[in-house]
């Protein structure tokens, strides 16, 4: 069961991963920084690669870090939301199952 729950949480905190990449780099790509990178290399810091031409920070970097923290940190509480709620909703089929 260990291995199910281990399952579920890894593919919703890569399905939870690809849409905080998506909605960091459609609100924070151009109003906090400039980078030409792709849409996952905008979320990895550091967000901009100096000497690189037009890649700058707009606001403060300590704004852009703190932001980046609370995405992150929803990016894995959401999931591990969903899979405690979906294992507590079918426990017993899974018990069923899986013994």
Do not use: C
Not at 38 to 64: C, Q
């Amino acid at each position: 069961m260990k291995l199910t729950i281990a399952f579920i949480y890894g593919v919703l905190l890569l399905i939870s991963l690809l849409i905080f990449a998506s909605v960091w780099h459609w609100q924070m790509s151009g109003v906090y920084f400039v980078s030409n990178k792709s849409l996952l290399a905008d979320f990895l810091p550091p967000f901009i690669h100096p000497g690189e031409g037009g890649n700058i920070y707009i606001k403060p970097l300590r704004v852009i870090y703190m932001m980046w923290f609370v995405y992150l940190v929803a990016m894995f509480l959401i999931p591990a939301g969903f899979t405690w709620l979906l294992i507590r909703l079918h426990q017993k089929a899974l018990n069923k199952s899986w013994v």
